[in-house]
């Protein structure tokens, strides 16, 4: 079975600060995702990436950034937290190189911004 | 652009009823559709994925169906359990390989 992993499960952080959330896979997943889900407007793809060093844009990249260095891992870092960055943040991968077949989702992490 | 669709919101059924969800989405120009299921603060749980030249797909008591020319895909659960209540959320993937979610169906299950 496809396993993912996020960091931590909740996290509560000060305005201001840097914040890293990681996810890892332990499939060999080409791709990796992160996602944001807010009550009413549902799932929404902050950024992705295909490759080792590779990275693109979602629909909602600002005030993201991410990383990914090993093909296991993918972090997702907010430079400066804000209040609207609360948020359950969900990572996910697949196989299929750009053919992106079934996505696969860790259980995600619910980051509290104060 | 993309838009999906899932309605009801919401749905309660007593344990035992056959019933159906609904995901539309409004370009048929899909690669595959897959249907999750997210328990009340947890991840989503793939439960089938349908490529865009296949008609339906089958795991237990789940059957899925697509018909892209109408823009349309049903999920099917067959004598409903109070363990399926969850909210059932179809995506689908279309040209640059995004995921484009519906706002999902929660659905409870009375003993």
């Known amino acids: 079975d496809v396993k993912v992993t996020q960091s931590s499960r909740y996290l509560v952080k000060r305005t201001g600060e840097k914040v890293f959330l990681e996810c890892v896979q332990d499939m060999d997943h080409e791709n990796m995702f992160w996602y944001r889900q807010d009550p009413g407007l549902g799932l929404r793809l902050i950024y992705f990436s295909y490759d080792v060093k590779m990275k693109e844009k979602g629909d909602i990249p600002e005030g993201y950034s991410v990383s990914r260095e090993k093909k296991e891992r993918f972090s997702l870092i907010l430079e400066s937290a804000s209040t609207n960055q609360t948020s359950m943040y969900l990572c996910?991968?697949?196989?299929?190189?750009?053919?992106?077949?079934?996505?696969?989702f860790g259980p995600g992490t619910r980051l509290t911004v104060l | 652009k993309q838009e999906v669709t899932q309605i009801p919101a919401a749905l309660s059924v007593p344990e035992g009823e056959n019933l159906v969800l609904n995901c539309s989405f409004t370009d048929s120009a899909i690669y595959n559709l897959q249907w999750f299921r997210q328990d009340p603060g947890k991840g989503l749980t793939s439960l089938l994925l349908i490529q865009s030249s296949q008609r339906e797909q089958t795991s237990g008591r789940l059957n899925a169906s697509l018909d892209k020319s109408s823009g349309r895909s049903t999920l099917y659960i067959a004598a409903s359990q109070p363990g399926d209540s969850a909210t059932y959320l179809c995506?689908?993937?279309?040209?640059?390989?995004?995921?484009?979610f519906g706002q999902g169906t929660e659905l409870s299950v009375k003993p």
């Open positions: 995506a689908v993937r279309g040209g640059g390989g995004k995921l484009i």
């Open positions: 996910a991968s697949s196989s299929g190189g750009l053919a992106m077949i079934e996505q696969f």
